[in-house]
């Protein structure tokens, strides 16, 4: 016959049951997440240590091969399995799991010796509008006077925009810097960060130059642009008049000022690890080289 006493110990087994039930999911959830996790601290370690490892190898044979204008020959093309590498930022994977790619400064824009009409050819080639704006207010954030050029802007516009700062009046220090200058927002920015560079240039050299940044240097349409994209250095000087021995700037040789950076990825496109580098190739009595930058995650 139930009686109160067999009621009372069914419902303490359901309801003990049922505890030990929720604490055996709750544990086995845990466990995964700490297997999970695990996991991806093995990932991101092995990662770290390739990209380590490649950035290390990358500098020693760029040091010790030959720099030309397309790129740089290597010495010992056992270290990568290559035998050398471009110098126009085009990714090459080695080791099966690391890309590389190198970028000479004299392919891009140099915000720290910046040449205003290349900038502004720039941006009218990737139909930037307030191109003339923008030029002009990074003109004003980097020299030292306090008079605003015709669309710039010193002191006095920053004050008036409630802005609790004023131009540096030197040079810019990194990239994300131009997002506080007047007619900059992050849509034009993004769309400007793969051309520009903090890093010193010494010219142009088309040869490690972007697509875009060739039709703004030389004042070409796309078209002109594509069929003396592959021409050889002297084809391009005498097609576009560039005399050697009237050259301000250097052409079509590298500055000695490279962007490094490697990735290591999941084989699935995504990257697991990755530095960013500004190296200078300039010997000291101390150093062999010098880094500007370095950026790692």
């Not at 959830?29 to 990358?58: C, P, Q």
């Not at 980097?142 to 006095?156: R, T």
């Amino acid at each position: 016959m139930w009686n109160n006493k067999s009621g009372s110990a069914v419902l303490l087994s359901i309801f003990l049951s049922a505890i030990i039930i929720t604490v055996a999911i709750g544990f086995n959830w845990l466990v995964k997440e700490h297997v999970k996790t695990a996991i991806g601290f093995k990932n991101k370690s092995r990662a770290m240590v390739k990209v380590y490892s490649a950035i290390d190898t990358l500098t020693y044979v760029i040091l010790t091969g030959r720099k030309t204008a397309d790129g740089i020959e290597f010495s010992d093309r056992s270290l990568l399995g290559i035998s050398g590498i471009g110098a126009n930022n085009r990714p090459l994977t080695v080791w099966k799991e690391v890309e590389i790619s190198v970028q000479d400064t004299n392919g891009m824009v140099s915000l720290y010796n910046l040449d205003v009409g290349l900038f502004e050819n720039l941006m009218k080639v990737i139909k930037i509008a307030n191109y003339k704006e923008i030029s002009d207010s990074v003109s004003d954030w980097v020299d030292s006077d306090n008079i605003e050029k015709a669309q710039g802007a010193e002191n006095n516009y920053y004050t008036s925009m409630n802005k609790e700062y004023w131009p540096r009046n030197k040079n810019v220090e990194y990239l994300e810097e131009l997002l506080l200058i007047r007619g900059m927002n992050r849509q034009i920015f993004g769309q400007l960060e793969p051309y520009l560079t903090t890093m010193p240039s010494t010219g142009f050299n088309p040869k490690a130059a972007s697509d875009e940044l060739m039709m703004a240097f030389f004042k070409i349409d796309r078209k002109t642009m594509l069929k003396y994209r592959t021409s050889p250095c002297a084809t391009i000087r005498s097609v576009f008049n560039i005399d050697a021995e009237d050259e301000a700037v250097e052409f079509c040789t590298m500055s000695g000022n490279l962007v490094l950076t490697v990735r290591y990825g999941d084989g699935a496109g995504n990257s697991l690890y990755s530095v960013n580098m500004g190296i200078g190739l300039i010997e000291t009595n101390l150093y062999p080289y010098q880094i500007y930058y370095w950026k790692e995650g």
